[in-house]
């Protein structure tokens, strides 16, 4: 409420206007939204660094010093500017990952943050030496100021009272301006009054409860589209004209190229909070709205949170989820959603969707919930048969799904694993949905020998079951690791010393990768190359192939790709007797979760 945007924005509206300005704007719960945008205006400017970036993925503890470096070393041609809006509502790692752009070198390039809280920020800004900080006080209007802005609104105020505004308000942009509406109205200002009751005079109190009511039910945005505004009102009664006049609103900014209206911190705190206050039944129906809408826009995950904030259980299980909804993001919350799900769920709604209960129970694996798990496996499988309502077909379908599922559990025994498979594949008799062909196969491991070579003595053994196992499960979820079977054999044939026909090998599952977009496959053939031309001495084609691996990991958004990069890099550099230059994570013997996740 000190005008920040707005200065901000107006000194691009001035002449000679830059020739490149990104506006980036921090909103709750948006993070990662926020870092593919900035990935992208990194990669319009600098596109080597911006392709790390993506590679790296969100910035997490395990990679924010890497992060960190790309963004600071960052290059760029001409002038630009990047604008960081509400950069106060970023925490954690991908604050410290976007505050280190104020560190970087490159001549043209300005970068202006734009925050509400200083001390935390300065901290975070502290090391650059080239960080000019405007604080509130440049932004406090005096008297005077108070004075002339009155006139510029065709409100008359004695300097008298403009002193006292200013003693009340400390010069406070946002409490003037409310002040400045509650003198036009009534004729007079309130002495020492909170930002929250200058809101509820000048904004609150002089709309009708339909007007309130559609505030209501915006507030549970940081910011809106049309349509998204449309769906929320819908059987609410409002005209055209009484919208636009609505959001012909101070404390409501629209965005043009984006077609978004963003509401003013102080509004939606204010708002929220009488939020909080409205009746259970209203709030129910904001919050379940705000799910229908994100579920609409298939953006499940935030779907799921609303449904569970209401304990609409019933709404949340016939959400058309994938496990990624459930697993693909850090935060722990997910997981406790689950676990809620599981302790306040009624056993009848759970009973309606079994599909749904599976892709739960396979995020509980993945949250290493087994016991939750298989008491959830073992509930599943009796639903199934109870359900009235499914055909026999569809019941062998969500038992092969399930089984599917189990077959994870039997990891890495090759045979074990296989004969689940084999079931599910007789029941299922097509492709399961639980796999996602964009999962890697490997977990980011880069040796499927490793991975599944488990009894010593047996490895011709374990090399034949997973050439006759392979080919269900590659039928049950359409070609997913495809080349699995080759890998392991040009691995073992290089163990043996047999470098021609483990170059064969390596390359047949390179294509057969190849044909499926398994790149975690693919890479691990690269690997199996480059060691064997190591092995021969040749250095030009074990730097050619090595090149290949890298173009490969960075084609893939995934973190656990540039771990696995990176091990690679290392492995090699200590057979050529370069072990310094392994990564520190790898020096120091702490591998990051999720890094390995087969380790």
């Known amino acids: 409420g000190f005008g920040k945007t707005t200065a901000v924005r107006k000194f691009f509206e001035e002449p000679p206007r830059p020739a490149k300005v990104f506006w980036l704007t921090a909103l709750q719960n948006s993070e990662r939204r926020l870092y593919q945008a900035l990935c992208g205006v990194v990669r319009e400017l600098d596109p080597r660094t911006g392709t790390r970036l993506q590679t790296l993925g969100f910035p ?86 108070i004075g ?56 609150w109190d002089r709309l009708n409860p339909g007007e309130q009511r559609l505030f209501l039910l915006l507030s549970q945005f940081d910011s809106f589209t049309g349509p998204q505004m449309r769906f929320m009102l819908e059987g609410e009664e409002f005209t055209q004209e009484a919208l636009s006049s609505l959001l012909q609103n101070a404390f409501i900014r629209y965005d043009a190229a984006g077609g978004r209206y963003y509401l003013h911190s102080i509004l939606q705190g204010f708002l929220k909070k009488q939020f909080e206050c409205s009746a259970a039944a209203f709030q129910a129906v904001a919050l379940r709205r705000a799910g229908q809408w994100f579920e609409r826009e298939r953006e499940n995950r935030r779907a799921l949170q609303y449904y569970a904030a209401i304990g609409d259980y019933e709404a949340f299980l016939s959400v058309n989820m994938v496990s990624f909804d459930l697993v693909g993001s850090s935060d722990p919350r997910d997981r406790d959603m689950l676990l809620e799900l599981l302790d306040h769920c009624p056993r009848e709604v759970m009973a309606a969707h079994p599909r749904s209960l599976i892709v739960v129970a396979f995020a509980l694996f993945a949250y290493n919930e087994r016991e939750r798990m298989a008491a959830l496996c073992g509930e599943i499988t009796a639903m199934i048969e109870d359900n009235s309502g499914l055909s026999r077909e569809e019941k062998d379908k969500l038992q092969g799904e399930l089984l599917l599922l189990l077959s994870f559990t039997r990891y890495n025994d090759i045979s074990a694993m296989s004969a689940l498979h084999r079931r599910a594949h007789s029941l299922i008799r097509g492709k399961a949905t639980l796999i996602s062909m964009r999962g890697p ?8 020998l490793f991975m599944f070579y488990r009894e010593s003595g047996k490895l011709e053994e374990e090399l034949a079951c997973m050439d006759e196992c392979m080919p269900f499960y590659y039928d049950l979820t359409g070609g997913h690791g495809r080349g699995a079977e080759d890998c392991m054999r040009a691995e073992a044939l290089l163990n043996r010393g047999e470098t021609e026909a483990a170059e064969i090998q390596a390359h047949r599952a390179v294509y057969a990768a190849q044909d499926r977009g398994q790149g975690s496959i693919e890479l691990c053939a690269w690997f199996t190359l480059a060691r064997i031309a190591l092995l021969r001495g040749e250095g030009e084609k074990y730097a050619q192939t090595m090149q290949r691996l890298h173009a490969l990991m960075e084609k893939k958004p995934q973190q656990f790709y540039l771990y696995t990069a990176e091990l690679c890099d290392s492995f090699a550099g200590g057979l050529l007797g370069e072990v310094d230059e392994s990564v520190p994570w790898l020096q120091s013997g702490e591998i990051p979760a999720g890094a390995m996740r087969i380790m």
């Not at 890497?66 to 954690?92: H, K, P, R, W």
């Not at 006139?151 to 403009?162: F, G, M, R, T, Y």
């Not at 400390?170 to 809101?199: K, P, S, Y």
Request: with cysteine.
């Open 60 to 145: 997490t503890v395990d990679v924010l010093m890497e992060v960190m470096e790309a963004l600071q070393d960052i290059s760029c041609t001409g002038e630009a500017y990047l604008v960081i809006d509400n950069f106060q509502l970023l925490e954690g790692a991908i604050q410290e990952a976007v505050a280190a752009l104020s560190r970087h070198q490159a001549e043209g390039l300005h970068v202006i943050f734009l925050t509400q809280q200083v001390r935390r920020q300065d901290m975070a800004f502290g090391e650059g030496r080239r960080v000019c900080f405007l604080h509130s006080d440049v932004f406090r209007f005096g008297a005077l100021d």
């Open 148 to 203: 002339r802005y009155f006139k510029l609104c065709n409100v008359p105020l004695a300097q008298q009272e403009a002193e006292t505004l200013h003693q009340n308000t400390e010069g406070w942009v946002a409490a003037v301006h409310l002040q400045m509406l509650q003198v036009a109205q009534n004729g007079g200002f309130e002495e020492a009054e909170g930002i929250d009751q200058l809101v509820r005079r000048a904004v």
């Open 441 to 448: 196969w490997t977990f980011g491991n880069p040796s499927v």
